[in-house]
């Protein structure tokens, strides 16, 4: 009997012993079996939806390893999203436009920026009178432009709009990225530059005056700027990784809305400015990073780009999908059906897909 016994527990303790190996291999499975997310970003504060995922661990929550790289230009993201390097990136809305015109077959899934560019001169070229907001004080200098971005976009409105002409009344000099035509200003032939964050802070640093925040004037009000993108085939094979990465970004969007001084250490990791630079570029009130893809907005600036010339007009409904976006919300509702931020994010999308 003792014999039956001892072998009983003896089968018992082995089974707890197998049971609780198991169980350490199972978890670390899973930790192994994060998926990767590569996603691609620009030296900007705006990008905080990516900084705030992956240091607050969303990212992980999600099942998704995220890895995140920082570019200098739209036009290396989607080199990089074509080339296989990247599963997604931030990418600007107009470069996403002109490159989907011009048959690149990248697809807007979400948002990651609205409005939060402008242009500023250097303050001994403004009179004492200037108000902000007048475009006239640019005629006769030399702006070094980013080119291909919405800040482009928008001065050729602008021009349009107060009978200005390019090479007339105005010089134009472009540059491949923001860094480069931003350090142009140390120049004496470069009178303006645009910017985009966190430009602005950098130019409020160095004395620099504010010609426009595009937030600020009638015709910008609500722009997109930068989208989340990716390629149209890998889309639509894998939306379950998308919509995994998409509720991450959700979290991080609420996350920045209730805890701003943990938001900020968060993106400082990523951009090196002064603690007070941080904050005025995420909280100052220019620019808001939220995921939406603001279909709306972004047919409506599709059309304002191709009016003004700057690229072929072309069917954007192919190239969008809100479809994912909107899953990860109602994911994120089923769970916390009465969170505030949520329904507020979820009254957004309904207004303006």
């Given at each position: 009997m003792q014999r039956k016994y001892l072998f009983s527990v003896f089968i018992v303790l082995s089974v707890l012993a197998l049971a609780s190996s198991c169980a350490k291999k199972g978890e670390a499975a899973a930790a192994g079996e994060l998926v990767p997310f590569r996603?691609?970003?620009?030296?900007?504060?705006?990008?905080?939806?990516?900084?705030?995922?992956?240091?607050?661990?969303?990212?992980?929550?999600?099942?998704?390893?995220?890895?995140?790289?920082?570019?200098?230009?739209?036009?290396?993201?989607?080199?990089?999203?074509?080339?296989g390097k990247l599963d997604a990136a931030f990418i600007g809305s107009v470069?996403?436009?002109?490159?989907?015109?011009?048959?690149?077959?990248?697809?807007?899934?979400?948002?990651?920026?609205?409005?939060?560019?402008?242009?500023?001169?250097?303050?001994?070229?403004?009179?004492?009178?200037?108000?902000?907001?007048?475009?006239?004080?640019?005629?006769?200098?030399?702006?070094?432009?980013?080119?291909?971005?919405?800040?482009?976009?928008?001065?050729?409105?602008?021009?349009?709009?107060?009978?200005?002409?390019?090479?007339?009344?105005?010089?134009?000099?472009?540059?491949?990225s923001q860094t480069e035509a931003y350090n142009a200003m140390q120049s004496k032939e470069i009178d303006a530059v645009s910017i985009y964050s966190p430009y602005g802070s950098r130019a409020r640093e160095d004395g620099y005056s504010v010609v426009y925040n595009c937030n600020e004037l009638s015709e910008f009000h609500d722009q997109p700027c930068c989208r989340q993108m990716a390629l149209t085939p890998t889309l639509k094979a894998n939306p379950a990784l998308f919509q995994a990465a998409e509720r991450a970004f959700i979290k991080a969007y609420r996350f920045s809305q209730l805890n701003h001084e943990k938001t900020i250490d968060d993106v400082n990791k990523y951009i090196p400015l002064k603690r007070e630079f941080v904050e005025y570029e995420v909280y100052g009130g220019h620019n808001v990073s939220g995921p939406d893809p603001d279909k709306k907005a972004m047919v409506a600036l599709k059309e304002g780009v191709v009016d003004i010339g700057y690229t072929n007009d072309y069917n954007i409904e192919a190239l969008y999908n809100t479809a994912i976006y909107k899953a990860a919300l109602d994911d994120m509702l089923k769970l916390e059906p009465n969170d505030s931020i949520y329904q507020d994010l979820l009254a957004h999308f309904n207004q303006y897909e």
């Amino acid at each position: 009997m003792q014999r039956k016994y001892l072998f009983s527990v003896f089968i018992v303790l082995s089974v707890l012993a197998l049971a609780s190996s198991c169980a350490k291999k199972g978890e670390a499975a899973a930790a192994g079996e994060l998926v990767p997310f590569r996603l691609g970003h620009l030296n900007s504060t705006a990008h905080l939806l990516a900084f705030v995922a992956q240091e607050e661990g969303f990212f992980r929550e999600e099942g998704l390893d995220g890895q995140l790289t920082q570019f200098s230009s739209s036009s290396e993201l989607a080199a990089g999203i074509e080339s296989g390097k990247l599963d997604a990136a931030f990418i600007g809305s107009v470069p996403a436009i002109t490159f989907q015109a011009t048959g690149h077959d990248l697809t807007i899934f979400a948002g990651a920026m609205t409005n939060g560019h402008g242009y500023v001169i250097k303050s001994e070229l403004v009179p004492p009178d200037y108000k902000q907001g007048d475009i006239n004080i640019l005629r006769g200098k030399n702006v070094a432009v980013f080119k291909n971005s919405v800040q482009d976009y928008e001065l050729m409105v602008l021009f349009k709009n107060n009978n200005m002409t390019v090479g007339k009344d105005v010089n134009i000099v472009y540059f491949a990225s923001q860094t480069e035509a931003y350090n142009a200003m140390q120049s004496k032939e470069i009178d303006a530059v645009s910017i985009y964050s966190p430009y602005g802070s950098r130019a409020r640093e160095d004395g620099y005056s504010v010609v426009y925040n595009c937030n600020e004037l009638s015709e910008f009000h609500d722009q997109p700027c930068c989208r989340q993108m990716a390629l149209t085939p890998t889309l639509k094979a894998n939306p379950a990784l998308f919509q995994a990465a998409e509720r991450a970004f959700i979290k991080a969007y609420r996350f920045s809305q209730l805890n701003h001084e943990k938001t900020i250490d968060d993106v400082n990791k990523y951009i090196p400015l002064k603690r007070e630079f941080v904050e005025y570029e995420v909280y100052g009130g220019h620019n808001v990073s939220g995921p939406d893809p603001d279909k709306k907005a972004m047919v409506a600036l599709k059309e304002g780009v191709v009016d003004i010339g700057y690229t072929n007009d072309y069917n954007i409904e192919a190239l969008y999908n809100t479809a994912i976006y909107k899953a990860a919300l109602d994911d994120m509702l089923k769970l916390e059906p009465n969170d505030s931020i949520y329904q507020d994010l979820l009254a957004h999308f309904n207004q303006y897909e």
